[in-house]
């Protein structure tokens, strides 16, 4: 049985878990996709990202920047978001930035910086995955942005775990096709591919750093989770490759934090079937088979081996596979918001909160945006061109050249689960510097940190695939410990 079948047995099957609705579903569907087309075919070679000439910009990172952008800065700024809590004291802005003037290409991003401080803080780019969703409607509505939509899809509230208390915060809606981002040129949305994203990230960032030149030498952290496991360390190794290349433009590049991340094709998948098991999602029968007949890393599966991954999946039944221990969506309609008093509790139906509020013509015009159908996850892009099947070396050059690399993941998801992290992590061999041990926030152990030679790996107890989204204090506690440079407190606080 080739792997392709594999994969799409997998596929299939996880879509039957998906029946039910719940909002971590097309993130991951989308990573699904990915894997079962490229699969299909040919896999792509195995190679150091760092060392594809693709990488490079092909001529120098000056001809994509424009003038000194003062003038859009301020056309960028928003007044204010429809329905937006009283009091917001910090600055917010969106628009477009054009990433190639022949085809037209147009990313979409929206910036929030710091309520205190902002002027010391460092950057940090956010990064959803997919290949093909949403920075805007995930990470900041969703996840670690300054604020949450309520259930009648018209207003907002709160984050008091958002990371714009510690960083100043950019959302990236990349590539284009994606939420607000465009191109003039839909060819464009054949051609999609990880290097491209790379490529368009970088020339987003240095013309977007024209826009905020304060922003030029600040510290930068790449930060995403899923599919931006393959997003952040490409665009990390771009930079870099270019900070050697073009002196006159030079990215303060520091670290990158990736959670639950797609890494490596092999480790991952078979993370995931053993997952399975230790948390009691399937039987002794079905893991001994699969141990005993599948092989990851090999181009041919057995019938015993496809079969059993069939079993596997039917077994587990009708959970959110992105977080097994959450509740479900099963009222999807909006609320009537009267009260004034809004739960800070996850709600598992908001994503179609998100969808209501974001195709509200008078917020796409609050944030600059072109009047969209938006939607979380893109159908526009029709092909991924291409996507290695592992981007450890990448990470090893990383690694290796003073990059600081942070692996988190949330403990309760079943798609890019905490065993699919430790099996890519342990094969790059890295020597331990700091023993496991668990980590708090608050009073209470927010999960276990290990620290390796050049990378460090936290679990998040209690989080799913999008982590700040069920466990925001958690993942506020890891941030700051990863633009601090310390290990997440080893002790209680009062």
Not at 216 to 238: F, I, N, V
Not at 309 to 320: K, L, Q
Not at 391 to 404: A, F, Q
Request: aromatic share 14%; hydrophobic share 35%; with cysteine.
């Amino acid at each position: 049985m080739k792997k392709a079948s594999l994969y799409a047995c997998l596929l299939l099957n996880f879509s039957l878990l998906a029946i039910v609705p719940h909002s971590k579903a097309s993130q991951a569907d989308k990573l699904d996709e990915l894997i079962l087309s490229r699969s299909s075919q040919n896999p792509p070679k195995t190679f150091s990202w760092e060392a594809e000439d693709a990488l490079q910009t092909q001529s120098s990172s000056s001809a994509y920047v424009v003038p000194p952008q003062e003038g859009r800065r301020l056309a960028d700024k928003i007044v204010t978001l429809p329905g937006q809590p009283y009091g917001v004291d910090f600055d917010q802005y969106s628009g477009y930035v054009t990433v190639d003037h022949e085809t037209g290409r147009e990313l979409f991003y929206y910036f929030v910086e710091s309520p205190s401080n902002s002027s010391t803080k460092p950057l940090i780019l956010w990064l959803s995955g997919g290949p093909g969703c949403s920075s805007l409607g995930y990470g900041a509505f969703e996840e670690l942005g300054p604020f949450r939509v309520n259930s009648d899809g018209k207003t907002l509230h709160r984050n008091p775990y958002a990371w714009n208390e510690v960083a100043n915060i950019l959302f990236l809606e990349s590539p284009a096709g994606v939420g607000f981002s465009y191109s003039n040129t839909t060819s464009d949305y054949d051609n999609s591919g990880d290097k491209t994203t790379a490529k368009d990230a970088y020339v987003f960032l240095i013309n977007w750093l024209e826009r905020f030149p304060q922003y030029k030498t600040r510290d930068l952290y790449l930060t995403g989770e899923s599919y931006a496991g393959h997003y952040a360390p490409q665009l990390a190794s771009t930079i870099l490759h270019n900070n050697k290349l073009y002196n006159q433009f030079i990215i303060n590049l520091k670290g990158i934090s990736i959670g639950n991340p797609w890494i490596n094709d092999a480790t991952d998948l078979k993370g995931i079937f053993d997952f399975f098991w230790t948390h009691a999602l399937n039987s002794d029968e079905t893991h001994e088979l699969i141990d005993k007949y599948c092989d990851f890393n090999s181009e041919n599966e057995s019938a015993i081996c496809y079969n059993a991954t069939i079993r596997a999946s039917n077994e587990i039944g009708h959970i959110d596979f992105y977080n097994i221990y959450a509740p479900q969506c099963h009222d999807s309609s909006l609320k009537n918001v009267s009260t004034g008093y809004v739960s800070n509790e996850f709600d598992p139906c908001s994503d179609y909160y998100g969808v209501a509020y974001l195709n509200r013509p008078e917020v796409q015009k609050a944030l600059h945006a072109i009047p969209t159908n938006w939607t979380f996850c893109t159908r526009v892009i029709r092909n991924w061109i291409d996507s290695p099947v592992t981007v450890l070396p990448t990470i090893k050059y990383l690694i290796d050249s003073g990059i600081k690399v942070w692996i988190y993941s949330g403990d309760t998801d079943a798609r890019v689960p905490v065993t699919s992290s430790r099996y890519s992590i342990n094969t790059l061999k890295l020597p331990i510097n700091s023993a496991w041990r668990p980590w708090y926030s608050g009073k209470e152990i927010g999960g276990y940190v290990v620290g390796y030679k050049g990378l460090t790996f936290v679990t998040v107890r209690g989080a799913g695939h999008l982590v700040p989204s069920w466990q925001p204090g958690r993942a506020l506690t890891l941030i700051s410990s990863f633009i601090y440079g310390i290990l997440p407190p080893v002790s209680p606080s009062n």
